[in-house]
């Protein structure tokens, strides 16, 4: 068996390895059968290039009866974010289509070509009662491929002639191709945002979150959503201790200076596949303080790598959680940026009109999200 490779991430990709989901059968790793030499340049791993699969999902709304998250119902246009932030708590669903939570998850993605179609059938329900969806929570709706496709581009514009309230959370300055229309829905309050801010460092978000926007270019991003009328809200999401903690003040700072209104955390999460990635990423960045990041971790999570735990997920708990909870709610009140308006609960359903225009599902349809047809199709 050879040994195993140095932990190296690949310029672009946020994952060090592919790591294997959690419900793949068989197991591989790297054999020596004497025909490898350790010069031998073709054993070099060959570079993960992004591939977009059409889908042709079945349904298009997701509800959740989380305690701890703000909105019940969601929308994401794409599986897979080529942002390729280490941190996303959404990797893990790459096991379930059998790819890796790892490299797959931010080059091997799906687009849910008949977002929109579905949207508005969902919509021209007699027994449909509006109420805020949030959209691109799960992955970023405005990661690269948007820019092609335009999947966001036209779920936005069903919601804008249902007059359906919506929220937005993104970390890409695509978004603001679309503010004619979020700013049209925001004067009707029909319409927030949200820009997730990690870091201000620029060394560190590029290989953090290594295929979304500069730190400063969000910036300009809230700005400019300001400027039209948008409410907007940043995210700053996750708080990792000895990585971006230390910034936590002045990014809510600088957020606050160009126009956020109001502000959320998020301590890092680590579930399921996750937390191995997480760890790899340490070691090939921050090798020297990995294991500090991770005991102050464990240390807010009650001496585990994470706990799912409702009331103790987003914020963790213990000395550490409560310090960082109170440094961000002095700032906050210092910065002016605890302001409610404009969350989920008050935006405003009651001029919802259903479509008059009702999609029927093309026969092409019929087959799963890879394009393969139905065994009884």
């Known amino acids: 068996m050879l040994p195993p490779r140095p932990l190296a991430a690949q310029k672009g990709r946020g994952a060090v390895t592919n790591l294997q989901g959690r419900y793949e059968v068989n197991a591989r790793e790297r054999f020596d059968d004497g025909w490898v030499h350790e010069d031998d340049e073709d ?22 009866s989380s305690p701890d998250i703000p909105f019940n119902v969601s929308l994401n246009p794409y599986r897979g974010c080529e942002h390729g932030c280490i941190y996303c708590f959404a990797r893990p669903s790459h096991s379930y289509l059998g790819l890796s939570p790892g490299l797959d998850f931010e080059s091997r993605l799906f687009a849910k ?5 579905l949207l508005r059938r969902e919509l021209a329900r007699p027994s449909y009662m ?3 969806i949030a ?8 990661q690269p491929c948007e820019r092609g496709l335009g999947i966001t581009r036209r779920v936005l514009e069903v919601l804008h002639d ?18 004619d229309l979020i700013a049209a829905m925001a004067a009707k309050n029909q319409a927030i945002a949200a820009v997730t ?7 560190i978000s590029r290989t953090l979150e290594p295929r979304a926007a500069a730190p400063a270019r969000r910036l300009r991003t809230i700005r400019r959503l300001t400027d039209a009328g948008i409410p907007v809200r940043v995210s700053v999401a996750p708080v990792i201790p000895f990585i971006t903690e230390p910034e936590l003040e002045r990014v809510l700072e600088a957020a606050r200076d160009a126009g956020a209104v109001s502000a959320h955390y998020v301590v890092l999460r680590l579930p399921w596949e996750v937390n191995p990635l997480f760890q790899e990423w340490l070691q090939a960045h921050f090798p020297e303080r990995a294991q500090r990041v991770m005991n102050r ?39 002016g940026m605890n302001a409610t308006g404009g969350r989920f609960a008050q935006l405003d359903a009651s001029r919802f009109k259903r479509p008059l225009v009702v999609p029927t599902v093309p026969a092409k349809q019929c087959g799963n999200a890879t394009g393969q047809l139905d065994l009884f199709g």
Request: proline letters at 7%.
């Open 197 to 203: 801010v990690t870091t201000l460092d620029p060394e």
């Open 297 to 335: 971790v464990r240390e807010m999570r009650g001496g585990k790598d994470y706990d799912s735990d409702f009331s103790k997920r987003m914020h963790g708990e213990g000395v550490w959680a409560d310090l960082i909870r109170q440094r961000f709610v002095k700032a906050v009140e210092r910065l």
């Open 43 to 64: 054993d070099a791993p060959a570079p993960f290039r992004t591939q977009v699969t059409d889908e042709f999902a079945k349904t298009i709304l997701s509800r959740n």
């Open 113 to 117: 070509v008949n977002a929109p179609d």
């Open 130 to 132: 509006p109420e805020p």
């Open 162 to 179: 249902c007059e359906h309230p919506v929220a937005l959370i993104s970390k890409s300055s695509l978004i603001e191709r679309d503010i």
């Open 135 to 142: 959209l691109g929570v799960n992955t970023d709706a405005y």
